[in-house]
């Protein structure tokens, strides 16, 4: 098969992390005898800098001729002043809105050798395998109306959807809680926002056409503490825009990083895929980020637009054996890093290819 994807590595660790993972996407493929064709642009703060908009004309062309585009971090301290039309981040809101995805999985999968790294008790943590569905296209993100009056000392933001936006994002997430554990959790507000009283009632009447999955409501204040006391029980999630930020950030406590994070959002015309985490400015350049959430990300890419579902296991396994063996980036061992040996971002990225190699080998 050929597939043509549009790296964006954006800012901060962005380039660090997804040059690791794009060398795991070229092995697998090579290996299969596939071809895959890559398009580097720019985007967010490289791109303000460099070409005076956090998306250029032809990153987003370049975007709309892909099969998949490919999205490191965007974001970095020197923009904090800019208002959110000019940030870094609006290139991503605006590649996102242009690709028209609007249900963004992300999967919490606690690694069963990774729950010691975070500070939750193993035993409450072991075991958690959700996937939330974040909506991407709507809500506060991009609600109208939303402004700052300066003279006036008042601004707003419209957390806004329309009854078929709810709809659309439910049969998702229905349709994958079929394939699963059968569960699914719809998180809103609807003791104190319309929005989320119509985003219940219309999760409610979506759910007549899926009689095999078990719905409950949660609100999204109790869900943030659920999450922590109880994660195992939880399958699918589904929630809105700002509310699925918020809840898969917290999630990252539960993987013992952000850096095991990945996503992919589908349902547009072009899927996009890009790690949950930021582009940790801090970290930027040190080569010790945590490579994991982007070649999981990856895998994600191989399965949800190339269907090379075994590949894509194979991506995982690979990250789970090198975990085994007990390799870990430095964000995985703030609660203690005896007996690990801590690797840098570069060696992560080898180590893991190395062992995708193996184990395509011998599969
Ligand atoms: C994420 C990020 C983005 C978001 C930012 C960078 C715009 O936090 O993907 O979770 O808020 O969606
Ligand atoms: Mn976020």
Redesign the pocket.
């Given at each position: 098969m050929k597939l043509k994807v549009l790296v964006t590595p954006g800012d901060g660790i962005g380039s660090e992390v997804i040059n690791e993972a794009v060398g795991v996407l070229k092995d697998v493929m090579a290996a299969g005898g596939h071809t895959l064709e890559l398009d580097f642009k720019r985007i967010g703060g490289v791109a303000i800098v460099a070409d005076g908009t956090p998306l250029p004309a032809d990153t987003l062309a370049a975007a709309l001729e892909s099969d998949a585009v490919f999205l490191g971090a965007?974001?970095g301290n020197e923009f904090e002043a800019l208002s959110p039309d000019k940030r870094p981040?609006a290139g991503?809101?605006g590649l996102r809105a242009a690709l028209g995805g609007f249900a963004n999985l992300r999967p919490t999968f606690a690694f069963k050798e990774t729950v010691v790294n975070s500070p939750l008790r193993p035993e409450i943590i072991d075991g958690t395998d959700i996937l939330f569905v974040r909506e991407l296209l709507g809500g506060l993100?991009y609600g109208q109306p939303r402004g700052w009056d300066r003279a006036k000392g008042e601004a707003f933001n419209t957390m806004y959807y329309k009854r078929d936006e709810v709809a659309r994002v439910a049969r998702v997430a229905f349709k994958l809680a079929q394939k699963r554990r059968k569960k699914l959790t719809s998180v809103d507000k609807a003791n104190v926002l319309e929005v989320s009283q119509m985003w219940r009632a219309t999760v409610i009447e979506v759910s007549a056409e899926f009689p095999d999955v078990t719905l409950e409501h949660q609100y999204v204040d109790a869900m943030s503490m659920h999450l922590m006391n109880r994660p195992r029980d939880f399958d699918v999630v589904v929630t809105e825009n700002t509310f699925g930020?918020i809840l898969?950030?917290e999630s990252g406590v539960i993987t013992g990083s952000l850096g095991m994070l990945p996503s992919a959002t589908i349902g547009g015309k072009i899927n996009l895929y890009?790690p949950?985490h930021?582009s940790a400015p801090n970290s930027a350049g040190k080569n010790s980020a945590n490579p994991m959430a982007t070649i999981l990300t990856a895998a994600m890419l191989l399965r949800h637009t190339a269907g090379l579902d075994q590949e894509a296991a194979v991506i995982e396994k690979a990250v789970r054996r090198v975990l085994e063996l007990g390799f870990r980036t430095r964000d995985l061992v703030r609660h203690g890093a005896e007996g690990y040996t801590v690797l840098s971002t570069s060696d992560m990225g080898a180590k893991v290819r190395e062992t995708v190699k193996t184990l395509l080998v011998s599969a």
């Open positions: 965007v974001g981040e991503l809101l993100y930020d898969s950030d890009e949950i930021g």
